[in-house]
């Protein structure tokens, strides 16, 4: 199939498919969805950034980095267990669905509390602080990391 831009601003687009009861518009929104994953690995996991020196070092970090990105995407439905998933809102920005950020926090606030607590020592000093402000800082971590 071939796109073309009436206004001639784009340049024309050929689309290959296996499937040829595909339309254009069709063929766009399941493309997307493909698009939005590379973008999102690009952001957060690196991925086309690597610092390795040699084709097949390259050739296997691509692979590890896209199934991170599958583990961190399960866990998160795992975790869920049918539940929405949360959404973090900017005052300038609204989002209708979640996005990997989303996702990679959603699963850092699952994990640290239980391997905080696990590397704790029983003899430590403690300092309580309110349950609020460690939600928070667990939170603001969670999409700094």
Do not use: C
Not at 64 to 87: C, D, I, K, N, Y
Not at 115 to 126: F, L, T
């Amino acid at each position: 199939m071939l796109v073309t831009d009436p206004d001639g601003t784009f340049a024309p687009q050929a689309l290959l498919s296996t499937n040829a009861e595909l339309s254009a518009s069709q063929w766009f929104v399941m493309r997307w969805q493909l698009e939005v994953t590379f973008e999102e690995t690009r952001a957060h996991l690196g991925i086309e950034t690597q610092r390795q020196w040699s084709d097949k070092a390259i050739g296997r970090t691509t692979p590890a980095l896209l199934g991170l990105f599958s583990l961190v995407t399960r866990f998160a439905h795992h975790l869920l267990q049918g539940q929405e998933m949360p959404v973090r809102q900017a005052a300038w920005y609204t989002k209708e669905r979640a996005t990997f950020s989303d996702t990679r926090a959603f699963v850092r606030q699952q994990l640290w509390p239980v391997s905080i607590s696990w590397m704790s020592p029983d003899d430590a000093d403690v300092v309580k602080i309110p349950k609020v402000l460690l939600s928070r800082l667990n939170d603001a971590l969670a999409y700094a990391a």
